[in-house]
Nanobody, 125 residues
Framework: QVQLVESGGGLVQAGGSLRLSCAASGRTSGTYAMGWFRQAPGKEREFVAAISWSGGRRNYADSVKGRFTVSRDNAKNTVYLQMNSLKPEDTAVYYC??????????????????WGQGTQVTVSS
């Protein structure tokens, strides 16, 4: 079992920045990829970003490329999502997830094994 806890969400004006964190605990001794997803009201969950175990490979949704950066600190069992130039359409609940079967990142949420409870990000215009 892996437990994930997100933090760092909040209310920000358009053009602003936020940094989300996701701390993992429990069965964290393996090597695994991690990802960020989001779900806006009335919409399906969508992929945002993912990072390999080494941090050397990162995938991003087209909608966030150039604005968001995913990173991780394995010594702290924590993954981050730096979000810059935020837009109202970025408003959503953001979730982190871990894929314990792969070191390299995947974009399909169905392949991730454990999920956090989510943190709300609201961007005002």
């Amino acid at each position: 079992q892996v437990q994930l806890v997100e933090s760092g969400g909040g209310l920000v004006q358009a053009g602003g920045s936020l940094r989300l964190s996701c701390a993992a605990s429990g069965r964290t001794s393996g090597t695994y990829a991690m990802g960020w997803f989001r779900q806006a009201p009335g919409k399906e969950r969508e992929f945002v970003a993912a990072i390999s175990w080494s941090g050397g490979r990162r995938n991003y949704a087209d909608s966030v490329k150039g604005r968001f950066t995913v990173s991780r600190d394995n010594a702290k069992n924590t993954v981050y999502l730096q979000m810059n130039s935020l837009k109202p359409e970025d408003t959503a609940v953001y979730y982190c997830a871990v894929d314990i079967h792969r070191r390299e990142p995947v974009v399909s949420g169905g392949l991730y094994d454990y999920w956090g409870q989510g943190t709300q990000v609201t961007v005002s215009s």
